[in-house]
């Protein structure tokens, strides 16, 4: 078993942030992007900085390679969120949110020559520090938090469509503040937003109790395979094209599936398979604290939290299944 990992900000992150805040305020042409996939925090992180330095008077492209799922339609100006991959055009500046090396982004910027500076905004222990700024700091709970921490350092004036992204990012990346990351300075935030006019019985609603029909029955078909090895502390479920096809659900109605499983008495550590349209299996870990997933997805070629991590194999759903669960096996019972 795993000490519980001690995690600090990068010594150097307070000059980092003077830095970032004066190649901010110095340009006027930036480009945004997050992690393929993107998730709320990336997407909320980006909702709120674009707001922000729009109000700033300046210009601001946001480009993902990836769609925004249909559950973060609720965010102000996702509209103008662009997809595209092989993006060519030149910004003064580049903003990585969340993105461990800039190819997590999905070749959104080449970063040599998309960009002067490049500022990259992370929560995860693992980053290469690819920016010309790097704000590092595996101690917040989202990257929400460090970008609420710059829109406090440019003195923006924030309101409240700039306080429901910062708030998406903070709720989904802390199972709305249940997680291990939560801390004091995660509920000042909040405390914050709620001022600014977010009102949490709408973030919950909108972020937990618009789960469409095919969603659910998409997890009961699931929850019926759901299978537990020896022990009983692993366990895992899978969704396959077919079951998909069987109730109309979508890909991305599956984010939170894994939850369920981690959330069962003794369960130490769930996993979550899903076969996607191109035959891959991309496979979602949740540790209850005392195992450390990253270890795992990294060892596999992905990446996360100690508690929360993922990584996409190029191999058929069973094949994946076989490989990943004797590498969990060995990571939380020391057996092959
Ligand atoms: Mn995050």
């Known amino acids: 078993m795993m000490m519980e990992q001690r995690l600090e900000r990068d010594p150097v992150y307070d000059q980092e942030f003077a830095r970032a805040i004066q190649v901010i305020e110095k340009h006027n042409d930036f480009i945004l992007t997050t992690h393929i996939n993107p998730d709320g925090d990336g997407l909320g992180c980006e909702s709120a900085l674009s707001l922000a330095l729009t109000g700033m008077g300046k210009k601001v492209t946001v480009v993902n390679a990836n769609a925004t799922p249909a559950l973060y339609s609720f965010l102000p100006n996702r509209d103008s969120f662009n997809v595209a991959t092989g993006y060519s055009q030149h910004h003064e500046v580049a903003i990585f949110l ?113 789960v469409p029909v095919e969603g659910l029955h998409l997890l009961a078909m699931a929850l019926a395979w759901v299978r537990f090895n020896a022990r009983h502390n692993v366990g895992w479920f899978s969704v396959t094209q077919d079951m998909l096809t069987a109730t109309g659900a979508q890909e991305s109605n599956t984010e939170n599936f894994v939850n369920y499983v981690r959330a069962v008495e003794g369960v130490e550590v769930a996993v979550f398979f899903l076969e996607t349209r191109e035959g891959k299996t991309k496979i979602s870990f949740r540790s209850r604290g005392a195992i450390d997933v990253s270890i795992i997805a990294r060892q596999l070629g992905g990446g996360g939290h100690q508690r929360a991590a993922g990584v996409l194999l190029s191999e058929p759903l069973e094949l994946a299944q076989a490989r990943v669960l004797t590498e969990v096996e060995k990571r939380v019972n020391g057996k092959e």
């Open 98 to 210: 969340e993105c461990p090396d800039e190819q997590r982004a999905g070749g959104v910027i080449d970063i040599s020559r998309g960009a002067s500076q490049v500022i990259n905004i992370d929560h995860h222990v693992f980053n290469s520090r690819f920016g010309t700024v790097n704000l590092i700091d595996p101690t917040a709970a989202a990257a929400g938090e460090q970008v609420w921490d710059l829109l406090e350092g440019l003195k923006c004036q924030c309101d409240k469509l700039m306080a429901i992204g910062i708030y998406t990012a903070i709720a989904t990346d802390t199972g709305h503040f249940k997680y291990a990351g939560v801390t004091a300075r995660t509920h000042q935030i909040i405390a914050q937003l709620v001022e600014l006019g977010v009102r949490p019985n709408y973030m919950n609603e909108q972020l937990y109790e618009r």
